[in-house]
């Protein structure tokens, strides 16, 4: 059965505060529960003034508290960035506040120059890829399963807690899925930053995949979409234009100074071409935003499914307008047949 979640960025739209925009997080959570999603995740931002999701594991514990069943994960805790006991021992720390419903999403991504450089602890050291050998240590300690001659084998992160977070790696390339196979681990690939690469990315992760002690027996593949749904698919369309105005500002305004716009702020920024950009399949090509009423997305993200073997889709969206974003899921939701826990509750109680 197909699953359906949601990336969370926490959106903050213009003259709000980064408070409101967690508190319509929470909402949209929430929201996102009662209407069958099987997941919410964080995701982790620097430096950027137009979202409020900045440390997913802190936002993942409040939420957690907020709701009953819809699983809460990173989307992603950026390894290059952290110690991979240092992250371990974080998720060991969340099972204690729900144990069983976390996720620990994994990923690399560089943040600037500056950036890079202000989060790193030893500032003397260039730059090493060494992503592989973390997520290897992350799980091993998680599991407990260093060899016992290892130096770190003799490190017991709080013995007492049984339950552990479902792992996942995160990527936008496709670099990652050999090692997300190998590892036995699910994988997520970021078609809303990178769609023309989302097809061969799950399959050759499909094809690759091993099962082991640290995930699922099967292959968890993930594809992760920029939706915007509405009644009508010019709605729809028209809800897409803060984003491309986000993406369209990016290289030339500091990331800090970003503004999420209004459609109509948006509509006076962006060219023709912008605008007219298309968000449906067209001659194969995967469109960056996809757009459209449920009958309109029913048949492109058949589409998506059908040629990536996806297993799983994640939502991913920019909007100043929480409200039209709830709808948006609720009808993503309804258009692929995802059961409305709120209407089984309701039948069971009658």
């Known amino acids: 059965m197909l699953k359906l979640s949601i990336v969370e960025q926490a959106t903050v739209p213009r003259d709000r505060t980064a408070f409101e925009a967690v508190e319509e997080a929470v909402t949209t959570t929430k ?7 099987h997941r919410m995740w964080f995701a982790e ?3 950027v003034g137009s979202v409020a999701s900045h440390s997913p594991e802190v936002l993942m514990g409040m939420i957690a508290r907020e709701t009953r069943r819809i699983r809460i994960g990173s989307g992603a805790i950026l390894l290059n960035h ?7 021992e974080l998720f060991y720390q969340l099972e204690t506040v729900a144990p069983g419903r976390f996720d620990l999403g994994l990923g690399r991504a560089t943040t600037g120059p500056i950036v890079d450089i ?3 602890r030893d500032r003397r050291a260039g730059h090493a890829d060494d992503f592989d050998q973390q997520v290897q240590e992350v799980l091993a300690f998680l599991h407990r399963d260093f060899p ?3 130096p770190f084998s003799q490190i017991t992160l709080m013995p007492t807690v049984t339950a552990r977070p479902d792992p996942w790696l995160l990527g936008s390339s496709g670099s990652s899925a050999g090692l997300a196979a190998a590892l036995g681990i699910g994988y997520s690939f970021a078609g809303f930053i990178n769609p023309g690469g989302a097809v061969r990315a799950l399959r050759a992760y499909r094809r690759a995949f091993t099962p082991t002690a640290y995930g699922q027996e099967a292959p968890q593949a993930m594809l992760g979409v920029s939706v915007f749904a509405a009644d009508t698919d ?9 984003t491309r105005a986000v993406y369209a500002s990016l290289g030339h305004t500091d990331p800090g100074r970003i503004v999420v716009p209004s459609i109509d702020e948006a509509s006076r920024v962006l060219t ?3 605008k007219d950009e298309p968000s449906r399949i067209v001659d194969g090509r995967w469109p960056r935003q996809l757009a459209g009423s449920p009958a309109t997305i029913r048949d492109q993200l058949g589409q998506m499914i059908e040629q990536s073997g996806a297993t799983e889709v994640m939502l991913q969206s920019i909007s100043p307008d929480q409200e039209a974003r709830r709808y948006s899921h609720a009808l993503v939701a309804d258009a692929l047949g995802i059961v409305n826990t709120a209407d089984v509750a309701t039948a069971g109680a009658a």
């Open 31 to 37: 929201h996102a529960e009662e209407h069958g999603f």
């Open 45 to 47: 931002h620097h430096g």
């Open 82 to 88: 952290y110690s991979p006991l240092k992250v371990a």
């Open 118 to 120: 202000a989060l790193k």
């Open 148 to 150: 016992a001659d290892h």
């Open 234 to 242: 010019e709605e729809a369309h028209r809800m897409t234009w803060p």
């Open 272 to 274: 023709p071409a912008q």
